[in-house]
């Protein structure tokens, strides 16, 4: 089984960077795909990103370009570094973990963090 949580969220002005983290505990780590969704204000939580263990990644084409996913599987971390941020970024972040079978484990979310995008 996984548990998952977000640091690394806060307030940016447009145009600025933030690097988010979400910590896995898990001892299989290697059992589980990475996401980043957000939820804005009034609106439905959306994919941002996704990546596999072995580096396959996915991303919302709203970000592309702009925000960049990496895990550390030594360390069963994973980032969300995001460059170029404007107001409708303004989201809580979350993590979430998917196994790649069910057989190997249960999908996991994170508390969310809330980054705020304000000039």
């Known amino acids: 089984q996984v548990q998952v949580g977000e640091s690394g969220g806060g307030s940016v002005q447009p145009g600025g960077s933030l690097r988010l983290t979400c910590a896995a505990y898990?001892?299989?780590?290697?059992?589980?795909?990475m996401d980043w969704y957000r939820q804005a204000p009034g609106k439905q939580r959306e994919f941002v990103a996704s990546i596999t263990r072995g580096g396959s990644i996915t991303y919302a084409d709203s970000v592309k370009g702009r925000f960049t996913i990496s895990r550390d599987n030594a360390k069963n971390t994973v980032f969300l570094q995001l460059h170029g941020l404007h107001g409708e970024d303004t989201a809580v972040y979350y993590c979430h973990a998917r196994p790649i079978s069910p057989l190997l484990g249960t999908e996991s979310w994170g508390q969310g963090t809330q980054v705020t995008v304000s000039s």
């Open positions: 898990t001892r299989a780590f290697a059992h589980y795909v």
